[in-house]
T-cell receptor
Framework: EAGVTQFPSHSVIEKGQTVTLRCDPI?????LYWYRRVMGKEIKFLLH????????ESGMPNNRFLAERTGGTYSTLKVQPAELEDSGVYFC??????????????FGPGTRLTVL | RKEVEQDPGPFNVPEGATVAFNCTYS??????FFWYRQDCRKEPKLLMS?????NEDGRFTAQLNRASQYISLLIRDSKLSDSATYLC????????????WGLGTSLAVNP
């Protein structure tokens, strides 16, 4: 079974440019999460989709970040315009949907974003 | 104060040693607890969940002390392949899918 995949694996852009990250969750996983790790800091939650709906977007840093999951399959995270502090590794994770349990979140390999 | 605190290490131990990692969390209402493992430049992977009664998986033992808001991970008979960063992770009550992460503890097992 294929795991969570992310594209691209690396992205180097200049400040002010736009970047779109893509995540394909494990097939059948309704829950999709985005996290970010800035160098030297903890992994931080960004947002959580259940199917195509945003369940929790409390971790989104500001309105330069836009996440979508049209159709409830893959998700995109767009940063526009990118700033230097947006550099880091963006992880996507997915999990099955179970009402009363915290299911394991499976992580993708991450996209390493560098903003110059 | 950080929500989840860990000693970043690094811990350098010889093969076969027993090593313990500790973690404290600030939200007393936290509901679920995990240890994740992350190899260099790889994604985090779930090592084990941590239950109130404590749990064991082979050479790994996890303990939870809710009164002290403290979680531990014990690795016995360390292998070279155990070298990685170990991340303490907490899910808060009411939103048990939003994971709160510690900075991680780096372990190097030496031959």
């Amino acid at each position: 079974e294929a795991g969570v995949t992310q594209f691209p694996s690396h992205s180097v852009i200049e400040k002010g440019q736009t970047v779109t990250l893509r995540c394909d969750p494990i097939s059948g996983h309704d829950n999709l999460y985005w996290y970010r790790r800035v160098m030297g800091k903890e992994i931080k939650f960004l947002l959580h989709f259940v199917k195509e709906s945003k369940q929790d977007e409390s971790g989104m840093p500001n309105n330069r970040f836009l996440a979508e999951r049209t159709g409830g399959t893959y998700s995109t995270l767009k940063v526009q315009p990118a700033e230097l502090e947006d550099s880091g590794v963006y992880f996507c994770a997915s999990s099955q949907s179970t009402e009363h349990m915290v299911n394991e979140q499976f992580f993708g390999p991450g996209t390493r974003l560098t903003v110059l | 104060r950080k929500e989840v605190e860990q000693d970043p290490g690094p811990f350098n131990v010889p093969e076969g040693a027993t090593v313990a990692f500790n973690c404290t969390y600030s939200n007393s209402a936290s509901q679920s607890f995990f240890w994740y493992r992350q190899d260099c430049r790889k994604e985090p992977k779930l090592l084990m969940s941590v239950y109130s009664s404590g749990n064991e998986d082979g050479r790994f033992t996890a303990q939870l002390n809710r009164a002290s808001q403290y979680i531990s991970l014990l690795i016995r008979d360390s292998k070279l392949s155990d070298s990685a960063t170990y991340l303490c992770v907490v899910a808060p009550a009411g939103n048990n899918r939003k994971l709160i992460w510690g900075l991680g503890t780096s372990l190097a097992v030496n031959p």
